[in-house]
C-alpha cells in the first residue's frame, strides 16, 4: 500500500540545538499531519497543513516548532530550540482528502538531552 | 483531558478465542472511529473504521460494534492469530464538525499478544 517515509528513524541532539524531521508523504497526497507520542501515552496531534499553510495546530504545537513542505519536497516539522520536553516519537501522516484514510510514517525517535 | 479512553493497556488471549479491545470517547461531535495497528518498527495502518451511521461494520475477523448513546466502541478480533499480536490504538475525529482537516484523537493503545 502507500507508504509515508520518515527521516531520521532516531536523532538524538543537546537541549537548545535545532532539529528538522523529514516526512516524505504519499505522492498524491495533499494533507498532511504531525503527531507526538510520549513514551506509554497516546499519540496526539500537534498540527495539519494543506495548501501551503497551517491549517490547525494543537497546544502542543509551542511557538518554537513550525512546519512548511517546499516546492513539493519533504514536509517538515523544525523544532528551534528544543528542549527536554520535546523528547518523544513524532509520527508524520498524509492523507488524499480531509475525509481520507491518514496513512503513518514510522516514526522518528527524537531524544533531547 | 483524555477525549478518548481504551482498555485494557495490555491483553493477552489464547489462538483460536475472539480479543476485545474497548474504547469510550466524550466529544459528541465525533463522527469517525478508525482503529489502527502498529506492529513492531512498523507505522500505523488503518486496520477497520465506522461512522455512527451503523452500529456495526465488519471486515473478515474483525468487527466494530458501535454504541452512540454510551458513546462506547469496542474492536473484536475473532478466531486470534498469533500474527495479530500487535498494538492496537483506537481514535475519533470530527469529519462534520467544520474545518478544513480532520484531526485524529488517539486512545493510549493495547497491546495484543495472542499465544498459540
Known amino acids: 500500500g502507500p507508504k509515508v517515509l520518515q527521516i531520521p528513524s532516531h536523532q538524538i541532539i543537546d537541549m537548545g540545538q535545532m532539529v528538522t524531521l523529514n516526512c516524505d508523504p504519499v505522492?498524491?497526497?495533499?494533507?498532511f499531519y504531525w503527531y507526538k507520542q510520549i513514551l506509554g501515552q497516546q499519540m496526539e496531534f500537534l498540527v495539519n497543513?494543506?495548501?501551503?499553510?497551517?491549517?490547525?495546530k494543537s497546544k502542543l504545537f509551542k511557538d518554537q516548532f513550525s512546519v512548511e513542505r517546499p516546492d513539493g519536497s519533504y514536509f517538515t516539522l523544525k523544532i528551534q530550540p528544543t528542549a527536554l520536553e520535546d523528547s518523544a516519537v513524532y509520527f508524520c501522516?498524509?492523507?488524499?482528502?480531509?475525509?481520507?484514510?491518514?496513512?503513518f510514517g514510522p516514526g522518528t525517535r527524537l531524544t533531547v538531552l | 483531558q483524555q477525549q478518548v479512553r481504551q482498555s485494557p493497556q495490555s491483553l493477552t488471549v489464547w489462538e483460536g478465542e475472539t480479543a476485545i479491545l474497548n474504547c469510550s470517547y466524550e466529544?459528541?461531535?465525533?463522527?469517525?472511529f478508525p482503529w489502527y495497528h502498529q506492529f513492531p518498527g512498523e507505522s500505523p495502518a488503518l486496520l477497520i473504521a465506522?461512522?455512527?451511521?451503523?452500529n456495526k461494520k465488519e471486515d473478515g475477523r474483525f468487527t466494530i460494534f458501535f454504541n452512540k448513546r454510551e458513546k462506547k466502541f469496542s474492536l473484536h478480533i475473532a478466531d486470534s492469530q498469533p500474527g495479530d499480536s500487535a498494538t492496537y490504538f483506537c481514535?475519533?475525529?470530527?469529519?462534520?464538525?467544520?474545518?478544513?482537516?480532520?484531526?485524529?484523537?488517539f486512545g493510549k493503545g493495547t497491546k495484543l499478544s495472542v499465544k498459540s
Open positions: 501522516a498524509s492523507s488524499f482528502d480531509r475525509n481520507a484514510e491518514q496513512f
Open positions: 505522492s498524491n497526497h495533499l494533507y
Open positions: 497543513f494543506y495548501n501551503g499553510k497551517v491549517m490547525e
Open positions: 466529544d459528541s461531535t465525533f463522527d469517525y
Open positions: 465506522i461512522r455512527p451511521v451503523s
Open positions: 481514535a475519533a475525529s470530527a469529519l462534520n464538525a467544520g474545518g478544513s482537516n480532520a484531526k485524529l484523537t
